[in-house]
């Protein structure tokens, strides 16, 4: 017979061992919260352990936690359980991309696209890192309010094109920083003090950052800049 989303939800937590992967799998997506998710997938591993899903899912809710090194190993761990899976391949290749080894991402990408996996958005964060920024704007082309393609038209020049595009993006502090930056290369000190402040408001990190930009050696001197990010 089947169980109700409530049963499954409350079957997760306090009797696993009576549902399949997929029902555990399933009440994963019951709930909102990251700690809850893992705990569940954590079950799925020590109940499945050939099953590279927990393995994969662990390792995505990790990365959503901040916690890559956990997510490095799950990601592992899944490619050992299924080499040639897309889904897998795709997410071996944004953890190479977040530490920065562009060439191994790239390869785990096509590999992943040679299974079916989309991995055009992915690759356009490759393009940035290798400097290739109009094929960048094409692989990210789709989005249309998404801070990579503005960064991608910040350093192909377009600044108009960036701007149009962050200013329908959801406002985070890396979004007013890169509208700071277009307002040091626009020359517009307004755009550059008003989304400096957002920026360190959201947060406080970015008040060394821009000290350390080179983007804003001008303002080094400028008073007000300096009484922003003190």
């Not at 399949?20 to 997938?41: Q, V, W």
């Not at 090194?69 to 490619?79: C, I, P, Q, V």
């Not at 899976?85 to 530490?99: D, Q, Y």
């Amino acid at each position: 017979p089947s169980l109700t989303d409530d049963e499954i939800a409350q079957l997760s937590t306090t009797n696993p061992d009576s549902l399949s992967i997929s029902e555990l799998l399933y009440a994963a997506t019951l709930t909102e919260d990251n700690d809850a998710k893992m705990n569940i997938y954590k079950t799925v591993i020590d109940q499945y352990p050939d099953d590279w899903r927990g393995y994969n899912n662990a390792g995505k809710i990790s990365v959503e936690m901040g916690d890559y090194n956990a997510a490095e190993n799950y990601f592992t761990k899944a490619k050992s359980k299924a080499a040639n899976n897309g889904i897998v391949l795709n997410n071996t290749g944004a953890m190479a991309s977040k530490e920065k080894d562009f060439a191994k991402a790239k390869e785990s990408y096509m590999a992943a696209q040679k299974q079916g996996v989309d991995v055009n958005y992915n690759m356009g964060i490759v393009k940035i890192a290798q400097g290739n920024y109009n094929g960048a704007i094409n692989s990210l082309g789709a989005e249309k309010c998404d801070y990579n393609l503005a960064l991608a038209h910040v350093l192909s020049g377009n600044y108009n094109a960036a701007t149009s595009t962050l200013n329908c993006a959801d406002k985070t502090a890396e979004v007013y920083y890169l509208q700071s930056v277009i307002g040091a290369r626009t020359n517009n000190d307004k755009m550059v003090f008003e989304n400096l402040k957002k920026a360190i408001a959201e947060d406080k990190s970015y008040a060394k950052t821009a000290l350390d930009d080179k983007e804003f050696m001008k303002y080094y001197t400028n008073p007000e800049f300096m009484n922003i990010v003190k």
